[in-house]
């Protein structure tokens, strides 16, 4: 009884009891439930097993459904919870599938959401039978189910979606691709538990097959966003550096998986090259490291006479890819180093080319995926010149701008090309060759022709009808070709002309001035590149600016590489490279670091430009910021910044950009210079300056020959003032000081701050290495030189302290006075031999750490 007449506590008591009876009873219930569920997959499992079920007879297979239904939905309800689809895998392998499709089939049609159902161990059907390699079954669930994509992306086991598990458990070629055929983009980009997609599986280095090359092939065709896609973080690997990643780690291959894994690579690479612009295909090549060069440009190289030993010396720090996104070529004259009088060329027709293309050849470059060369004036190259300059040369863009090319020429120089690029100088006789079966139609691989018009004898009216009787012609022999016609006359041709031939800006004509400064550190420059000395830790600067001229025959053996962030056209993916100056800034900016430290290695960086509203021209913050990220990566000591920026409001967010690359450069402790505005205002507002994050850079300013501030210089904003006023970036007595200008402002003197710079950390170095040398027990002296005053100089504080034992209250300690610390050294090496040179340069780095605390 339980009534209201019971006691509190007893009525409670029987509520208890009551309950526990009805768990008991709900808990018996779910346990038969589990057992019979199980139970009855069991049977159907054993049954279809032993042949003693036919389901594939209509009849039976519609009285079996209406017996089971109940159970079709549910799961074993047990600790491995299957459902009825996990248990008939194990099975239904591909030699008896067949008795189980039709109980497959009417359990996707009634209930597709079986397939997904997974597992205690997160595993759906779909992933256990391509796991366990059921092919037949795998293909048979795919075409069953209405949206079968669902159930491919669904992430299983360690975040594995099926894709993962097909390429980590090597299916068959065949099953990949139908697998790939049939994913989303969001599928074939998902990412399992270590942030790989399928593609980054697919080629590793240990997968990699001639049969594993069809699945990357199809996985990128399929999903080209896949390249896109990096792994987490740290490393935010690309599929290419991926590859490159697990390649590094595998044990020696035999050559079979060699060969197939170099093709993996090459086809990863150049996909991205026909794709990607320049930046996105460094990332997904080097990431943030800085890489090789992927293009070659001298289209807009402001002097149409170059030598070949100029190319030969000047770029000898490029290093590039074996496919180059480009090749960009202007019209050039080449000056050739005469040995013995070379034989009459028996035509008129130029050979220039040649010579630059056997350089890239010599560089191991194979593949050009796009040529430009401007060949328009006369006497332009001859057909044979051509296929010399291109041959073995893969390109498959061709726009060699000569008129009325002969097709044959086009076939034996690049067979593979998709696109053309011809130039029609009006001749009819010319289109028609084009359009014959011999013509164009013998690139098999031709996709594209641009057509570009000069009206010549025929009026107008004439020769659109005859461009359309090409078009009409190309179009029967070849109807997958798309024409695009474009018609430039004379007045464009002229006008690209000379905006091609432009030169570097003017520079100070003033009178340049004799400083004493520079005449001392001239006489210790020439003192300190004879001493013979290998330095444990090379010292690289990194030069931001508008790159560099190969034709400065001083700075060359000094580049040691550069990259640029200045696009020539974004849309076409044409860049400036680093080794072409917009207006020689950075050229007389690195002449002057190494008329003060000649063995400088010049890391160069090209900045990106533009015209403000004012007509002048600007830098961007975007391409700052990117460029001393750049430096970063590379691990240079020393950055150079001869340039100011403003911030506003369009570049706002740029600047903040730059601000923490500068901050970043700082944490680093690599040492940064840059300039002074020259508007001699009262508060400098200019970056990087500016920066407020970080006060571990240095401001300078100009000064003239006497040392006193530049009269456009405000000695307040600055941090010390070095020579630059009216200053030739050659030494006096140089051969081409006569065509030079001097140069003033307080760029200048940021960029022979730098190489005072580094010249001191290089004699702290050597000075170092030295003392090592001779007397290991002289280290211990307290005015010994040794590798940790080498660290100690290189951080941002004791450089300022070297700077400042060498000035002077005269200038309110902002001019640095080099001839006190230098000038003696120089005089007493003359006629010394090395080791007593050496010795000299060390009493100079110990009597300027006399004055310093090296800690």
């Not at 074996?322 to 040995?339: D, P, T």
């Not at 890391?603 to 533009?610: M, P, R």
């Not at 005072?756 to 000075?767: H, I």
Request: charged content about 30%; overall charge negative.
């Amino acid at each position: 009884m339980s009534g209201p007449g019971l006691p509190v506590d007893e009525r409670t008591a029987v509520l208890d009891e009551n309950l526990e009876a009805e768990e008991s009873e709900s808990s018996s219930d779910e346990d038969e439930n589990e057992v019979s569920v199980k139970k009855r997959f069991e049977e159907i499992r054993s049954n279809l097993k032993a042949n003693k079920l036919d389901l594939c007879d209509t009849v039976t297979l519609r009285q079996f459904a209406a017996e089971n239904e109940s159970y079709f939905r549910q799961n074993t309800g047990d600790s491995e919870r299957n459902t009825l689809l996990h248990i008939l895998v194990d099975d239904a392998k591909d030699k008896v599938v067949d008795k189980y499709k039709p109980l497959v089939k009417l359990l996707i049609d009634n209930y597709p959401n079986l397939l997904g159902e997974k597992d205690i161990n997160e595993k759906n059907p779909l992933y256990i039978a391509i796991f366990k390699r059921r092919n037949e079954l795998v293909r048979f669930f795919c075409d069953t189910h209405p949206n079968i994509d669902a159930i491919l992306g669904i992430p299983c086991y360690h975040s594995e979606t099926c894709l993962h598990v097909a390429i980590r458990r090597s299916v068959t070629p065949e099953l990949a691709v139908f697998l790939i055929g049939l994913a989303s983009e969001r599928t074939l980009c998902a990412k399992n538990d270590k942030g790989n997609t399928p593609l980054h599986l697919a080629v590793e280095y240990e997968r990699c097959t001639d049969a594993q090359f069809k699945i990357v092939k199809a996985l990128i065709s399929q999903c080209d966003k896949a390249m896109d896609e990096r792994t987490g973080a740290p490393n935010f690997f690309s599929p290419y550096r991926y590859h490159e990643h697990t390649r590094s780690k595998a044990a020696p291959a035999e050559a079979e998986r060699k060969e197939s894994a170099n093709a993996i690579r090459g086809y990863l690479k150049l996909h991205c090259m026909r794709t990607r612009d320049h930046d996105d295909t460094m990332d997904f090549l080097y990431g943030q490291n800085q890489g090789k060069q992927i293009y070659f440009d001298l289209y807009d190289y402001p002097s149409e006479r170059i030598s070949e030993d100029f190319i030969n010396e000047g770029l000898s720090h490029l290093k590039f890819e074996n496919i180059l996104q480009y090749v960009a070529l202007r019209r050039m004259e080449l000056e050739k180093k005469v040995i013995q009088k070379p034989p009459k060329p028996s035509g008129k027709g130029r050979r220039d080319m040649v010579f630059i293309f056997d350089f890239l050849r010599k560089k191991s470059v194979d593949r050009v995926i796009r040529i430009i060369v401007d060949d328009t004036l006369e006497p332009a190259h001859s057909d044979e010149a051509i296929e010399d300059a291109l041959r073995d040369l893969k390109v498959e863009i061709w726009d060699w701008r000569k008129m009325d090319l002969c097709t044959e020429t086009i076939f034996t120089a690049a067979p593979d090309a998709r696109e053309v690029y011809l130039y029609w100088s009006g001749n009819n006789a010319v289109l028609r060759g084009w359009s014959e079966p011999e013509g164009l139609n013998r690139l098999a691989k031709l996709e594209k022709v641009h057509l570009h018009v000069e009206q010549g004898l025929e009026t107008t009216a004439r020769t659109e009808e005859h461009v359309k009787s090409f078009i009409n012609r190309l179009d029967l022999l070849h109807r997958d070709i798309k024409i695009n016609v474009d018609v430039k006359y004379a007045a464009d041709r002229q006008r690209e002309k000379q905006e091609l031939t432009r030169g570097p800006i003017d520079t100070s004509r003033e009178q340049a001035e004799q400083h004493k400064w520079l005449t001392c550190m001239e006489e210790f420059a020439d003192f300190i590149q004879n001493i013979p000395f290998e330095p444990r830790e090379p010292l690289t600067i990194a030069l931001i600016d508008d790159g560099v001229d190969i034709n400065e025959q001083s700075l060359h053996g000094k580049i040691i590489d550069g990259r640029s962030f200045c696009h020539r056209d974004k849309d076409q993916n044409l860049s400036k490279p680093h080794y072409v100056t917009s207006r020689g800034h950075g050229t007389a900016m690195a002449s002057l670091i190494c008329r003060v430290f000649p063995k400088a290695q010049l890391y160069v960086l090209k900045l990106e430009e533009y015209m403000n509203e004012n007509s002048k021209r600007q830098i961007t913050a975007r391409s700052a910021a990117r460029a001393v990220l750049a430096a970063i990566d590379r691990r240079v000591d020393i950055i150079s910044m001869s340039w100011t920026i403003e911030r506003t409001p369009n570049n706002a967010s740029d600047i903040d950009d730059l601000e923490s690359a500068i901050e970043a450069a700082a944490k680093e402790g690599i040492l940064m210079l840059c300039a002074a505005n020259d508007q001699g205002v009262e508060h400098d507002k200019t970056f990087p300056a500016a920066c407020g994050r970080t006060k571990r850079i240095f401001k300078i300013g100009a000064a003239n020959a006497p040392g006193w501030p530049a009269e456009y210089v405000n000695p307040k904003e600055v941090d010390f003032i070095f020579p630059g006023h009216n200053v030739l970036k050659e030494r006096p007595g140089d051969r081409s000081v006569e065509k030079s200008k001097p140069l003033t402002g307080s760029s200048v003197a940021t960029a022979i701050a730098a190489g005072l710079a580094a010249l001191l950390l290089y004699c702290v170095q050597l000075s170092a290495l030295h003392t090592e040398a001779v007397d290991q027990q002289y280290q211990h002296l307290s005015n010994a030189v040794t590798m940790d005053d080498f660290k100690a100089i290189k951080r941002h504080e004791k450089m300022k302290e070297a700077f400042l034992t060498m000035t002077s209250q005269g200038s309110e300690n902002k001019f640095v006075e080099v001839w006190h610390l230098f000038g003696p050294a120089a005089k007493k090496a003359k006629g010394r031999i090395p080791e007593e040179k050496k010795q000299i340069v060390t009493e100079l780095v110990q009597k300027l750490k006399a004055n310093m605390t090296f800690e």
